[in-house]
């Protein structure tokens, strides 16, 4: 049956998800609005050797983002730091507000090193060939106050220093 008919939800479930649905642009704005700040804020950190937003100008996509994603470019970004991955991971040690976990879209923000979670079974030539830096943690950046996420990130960047 679920062959064919595909999956069915609970009458509560499609009542919760079609009460997400109505607040979703509010969401997506303030997600987007989030990681644009966070992404600028890394741009400029020390610990970190580059940063891919498409809100950012110094990104190649950046013309492309602001004419298809005039409202905002979402809220995932990727960034290298400094000293690989072994750094990498205590940034993931390190962060207090942070949910380790390979999902993107939650209203709280969550940080992996896809190295070793969504790509750690392919090679490293693999990885490198599919844009998978050693350096590179991914960022679903969530609604929190966008404060406490860059004192976040900031104090784990610091802390995670060779």
């Not at 409202?71 to 990727?78: C, E, K, P, R």
Request: hydrophobic share 40%.
């Amino acid at each position: 049956m679920l062959s064919n008919l595909g999956a069915a939800i609970s009458p509560f479930n499609a009542f919760l998800f079609i009460q997400g649905l109505e607040i979703l642009s509010l969401r997506m704005e303030r997600h987007s609005e989030n990681a644009l700040q966070v992404a600028r804020f890394l741009n400029v950190h020390p610990q970190v050797e580059w940063v891919n937003y498409p809100g950012l100008r110094s990104n190649p996509y950046y013309g492309m983002a602001q004419k298809y994603l005039p409202h905002g470019q979402g809220a995932i970004l990727t960034f290298g730091v400094k000293g690989g991955k072994p750094a990498g991971h205590r940034v993931i040690n390190q962060v207090k507000l942070f949910t380790h976990a390979a999902n993107v879209g939650d209203v709280k923000s969550l940080i992996i090193h896809p190295a070793t979670t969504t790509h750690e079974k392919l090679s490293t030539e693999e990885q490198i060939k599919a844009g998978v830096a050693p350096e590179m943690l991914r960022l679903s950046v969530g609604l929190e106050t966008v404060d406490d996420i860059m004192d976040d990130l900031d104090q784990a960047l610091q802390k995670a220093k060779l």
